[in-house]
Each structure stands twice: as structure tokens, then as C-alpha cells.
């Protein structure tokens, strides 16, 4: 016995050393499993943990407008956007976190060049409690948003059972202009359809820049939404805030599933059109999670 004890010791020995000598570190250890919160049950994220972004949770859109079955979104997004989405050039997944960043290069004649990635036929769900914990570019001219849009009912068209925007609704959770360095937007889209369109929501001043670690998130319900930074409630409507012009039903357009959508674009109307300083070359929008629960 005392000889296999002796032998497992210096074989043990042995490997450290092997380690060291070829400078070997420690793996960090996992996240944990995600607990519930405010009630909430976990049923979905992503803690981006790998070294690529999750092809089973992620798509990209790529280009300047969205194209859906037999659907071709409005160019420049609708909002005369001036970047490019590009498929991975400008999205890197690493140290646990997603970084989509936005580049002053041209593009199939676009001037700047970013990422915008979407859960749509992967992942969607209604109601619920939406979060991402993010770090936001406070740099001129750059628009980040998190936010939620209808599941097309099937693939034929980004449509759903209320039809286009924005009679089938838009969530924004988050969305900031990165010149005011300390603000965000919370908003719904609804009514009819554009240009018969509506939308009402708020802006919060955080208590730190937006450059800074925050959590972002919103409380879905059926009958009302509230919004929610660093776990404190900023903004609450009710279900009789908000219509669809394609139902009577009390809840129509937030009673259908809603996909997830991250992206970071450059100028558009968000804004004013305001763009980039001519020094600008480059700016990320980094996120450490996102996390559904029901």
C-alpha cells in the first residue's frame, strides 16, 4: 500500500511539473447555471463563453435592408442608416463576451461597415423577462440598440398574424445615442402601418455612462411592459397605452412571440442623422449576456 501511495505521489508530482514546464494555466472556471429572477423561471441565453458566436441561437443580417421570404425591407434598415452589416467581419466572441464593432471602411458604397444579429426562426417567445447586461459605445454618430420584433408567422413573410410593421409591433429595450453619454431610450412601436404607424416611450439618464457595465431589461406581460436598468423599474405601460389597427383584441400587437435582435449602427434618423467625427475610425458595443426567463 505504502509503495502505490508513493507511486501515485510522484506521478501526481510529475504531471504538475509537466504542466508548468509548458506553460499551462488554469481554465477560468464556468459560469454557473443561471438561477431564476423576480420570479422568473430561466429558459434562455447566451453567456457567450466560446470563441465564436453560437450558430444554434445567432443569425446574421447581413447588407442594408432585410430580406425575408417573398418580403424586401425598406432600404438603409428604414432609418438611412450608413453602415454595411457584414457577416463576422465585425463580431468577435471572446474573455466571455460578444463585441460588434462598428468600422469606418466603404462597403458595396457604404462609408462604414458593423453587425446586427437576430434569434428570428431560432428563438422567440411571448412575454417574459428580457435582459443583457451591455457596455455601450458613448462615441458620436453610433446608435446600439437590444430590442424585440414579431416572429414572422412562417417563412414566406416577415409578416405576422397583424401583418407588417408597425401594426405587429416593435419593442425597444434599449436603444442610446452615443454622443449623450448618460442616456437611454425605452420604446413600443404600433398602430397601423407605416406611415400610419405609432410609437410612445421614455428616456432614462443612468447614473453612470453609458461606457459602463448596465443591465437592460424589460418585464413583457400581457398586460402591461415594463422596463428595467440595473434591476430597477424605469418605465411602465399598460396595454391600454398601445393598438393594433389589425385586431380589437386588448393586447394586440404584444401578444404574439417576439425575437431578440443586437446590433450597432451608424448615423440614421435615430439621431437626427447625426454622424461620426471625421477622426472616427472604429467603436464596440460589448455584451456579456443575454438571459430570457418566463
Not at 465564436?52 to 421570404?69: E, M, N
Not at 428604414?78 to 463585441?99: C, F, H, P, R, W
Not at 455601450?136 to 416577415?158: C, H, I, N, R, Y
Not at 401583418?163 to 416593435?170: F, I, K, L, R, T
Amino acid at each position: 500500500m505504502l509503495k502505490k501511495l508513493t507511486k501515485f505521489i510522484s506521478t501526481t508530482i510529475a504531471c504538475l511539473t509537466l504542466a508548468l514546464c509548458a506553460g499551462c494555466t488554469p481554465k477560468a472556471p464556468s459560469k454557473p447555471s443561471m438561477p431564476d429572477k423576480n420570479g422568473y423561471k430561466f429558459v434562455w441565453g447566451d453567456e457567450f463563453d466560446g470563441m465564436s458566436l453560437d450558430a444554434d441561437k445567432w443569425c446574421y443580417q447581413t447588407g442594408t435592408r432585410d430580406y425575408y421570404g417573398s418580403t424586401v425591407g425598406a432600404n438603409y434598415w428604414g432609418n438611412n442608416e450608413k453602415q454595411y452589416y457584414t457577416e463576422g467581419d465585425n463580431l468577435s466572441v471572446s474573455d466571455g463576451e460578444l463585441k460588434i464593432t462598428a468600422k469606418r471602411e466603404d462597403r458595396e458604397g457604404m462609408q462604414f461597415t458593423s453587425s446586427r444579429i437576430v434569434t428570428r426562426g431560432l428563438f422567440s417567445r411571448t412575454y417574459g423577462y428580457f435582459e443583457a447586461k451591455m457596455k455601450l459605445p458613448a462615441v458620436k454618430g453610433m446608435w446600439p440598440a437590444f430590442w424585440l420584433l414579431p416572429q414572422p408567422t412562417d417563412e414566406t413573410s416577415s409578416d405576422n398574424v397583424y401583418g407588417g410593421w408597425a401594426a405587429n409591433g416593435e419593442l425597444d429595450i434599449m436603444e442610446a445615442k452615443g454622443r449623450l453619454l448618460n442616456q437611454v431610450d425605452t420604446t413600443i412601436h404600433y398602430g397601423g402601418n407605416w406611415p400610419n404607424n405609432k410609437y410612445t416611450g421614455s428616456t432614462t439618464t443612468l447614473e453612470s455612462n453609458i461606457d459602463e457595465w448596465h443591465t437592460y431589461a424589460v418585464d413583457w406581460r400581457e398586460n402591461y411592459i415594463a422596463w428595467v436598468i440595473d434591476d430597477k423599474e424605469v418605465y411602465r405601460l399598460t396595454n391600454a397605452d398601445w393598438w393594433s389597427a389589425a385586431s380589437d383584441s386588448a393586447t394586440a400587437p404584444f401578444d404574439q412571440p417576439f425575437y431578440i435582435l443586437l446590433n450597432l449602427a451608424v448615423g440614421g434618423n435615430y439621431d437626427g442623422n447625426i454622424m461620426p467625427d471625421q477622426d472616427f475610425t472604429q467603436a464596440t458595443m460589448y455584451v456579456d449576456y443575454v438571459r430570457v426567463y418566463e
